[in-house]
């Protein structure tokens, strides 16, 4: 799907980082909870991170699957209309395509739901 646009992949070595970005072409991303999924080689995709829907940036709720807790930090800047996703200390099993998703709620749920995604960007970490 092309909801998103996801970029800011690309190749680093183990301990680097990477900080991707969403944007959102066609609507107001701003009024959504957005999350970034990712799916490894061979592997189902994998909820990784969700930010609620903010009146501000600055207030943003957010949640992180254990796989990247305090490794990885979601935000948005709303005046851009875009998602961030800082990663650091990576490791070679981050390396997936990464997904810009969101099933129009206005808060994360418990799960990773989504019915909207972008075409992704790929994420490689070289050990």
């Known amino acids: 799907q092309d909801h998103f646009v996801e970029s800011g992949g690309g190749l680093v070595q183990t301990g680097g980082s990477l900080r991707l970005s969403c944007v959102a072409p066609?609507?107001?991303?701003?009024?959504?909870?957005i999350k970034w999924i990712r799916q490894a080689p061979g592997k189902e995709r994998e909820g990784i991170s969700c930010?609620?829907?903010?009146?501000?940036?600055?207030?943003?709720?957010?949640k992180y699957a254990d796989s990247v807790k305090g490794r990885f930090t979601i935000s948005r800047d709303n005046d851009k209309n875009t998602v961030y996703l800082q990663m650091n200390n990576l490791k070679p099993e981050d390396t997936a395509v990464y997904y810009c998703?969101?099933?129009?709620?206005?808060?994360?749920?418990?799960?990773?739901?989504?019915?909207?995604w972008g075409r992704g960007t790929q994420v490689t970490v070289s050990s």
């Open positions: 998703a969101t099933d129009w709620s206005f808060k994360c749920s418990a799960g990773y739901e989504y019915s909207a």
């Open positions: 066609k609507f107001t991303l701003n009024f959504y909870a």
């Open positions: 930010i609620n829907r903010t009146l501000s940036s600055t207030d943003g709720v957010t």
